[in-house]
Structure formats: structure tokens, C-alpha cells
């Protein structure tokens, strides 16, 4: 409890949070893209779930 009071502390776990986050959003990121390659170079005949769609989709949107 004596370590949470002290400033430098916080600033410092600040750090980290924003270290984690940008990791994981980092991570997302290539997962979807990795995961719109796998689906790009499927045949079209293959039929895809709703959520790939949608996840397909969402991608185009974003670029």
C-alpha cells in the first residue's frame, strides 16, 4: 500500500498501461490483417461464416 502512495509509482504504471495497450491494439491489428489475407486468397466458391464477412467488411471500411 506504501508503494501506490508514492507518486513516481502511478507515473510509471502509467507507462505500462499505455505500453499494454499500444501492444494489444498493435496485436489486433495484425491478426485482422493477417486474417483478411487468409480470406483474400480463399477461392470464392468457398463459402464463409457471418463473422468473417463481417470482419471483411469492417476491414474494407477501415481502408
Given at each position: 500500500d506504501e508503494m501506490l502512495k508514492k507518486h513516481p509509482y502511478k507515473q510509471t504504471n502509467l507507462k505500462k498501461l499505455i505500453l499494454w495497450l499500444v501492444i494489444i491494439?498493435?496485436?489486433?491489428?495484425?491478426?485482422s490483417f493477417l486474417i483478411s489475407i487468409f480470406y483474400?486468397?480463399?477461392?470464392?466458391?468457398?463459402?464463409?461464416?457471418?463473422?468473417?464477412n463481417t470482419i471483411i467488411n469492417s476491414l474494407n471500411w477501415w481502408n
Amino acid at each position: 500500500d506504501e508503494m501506490l502512495k508514492k507518486h513516481p509509482y502511478k507515473q510509471t504504471n502509467l507507462k505500462k498501461l499505455i505500453l499494454w495497450l499500444v501492444i494489444i491494439i498493435g496485436a489486433v491489428l495484425l491478426v485482422s490483417f493477417l486474417i483478411s489475407i487468409f480470406y483474400a486468397n480463399l477461392p470464392k466458391s468457398t463459402t464463409l461464416p457471418v463473422s468473417a464477412n463481417t470482419i471483411i467488411n469492417s476491414l474494407n471500411w477501415w481502408n
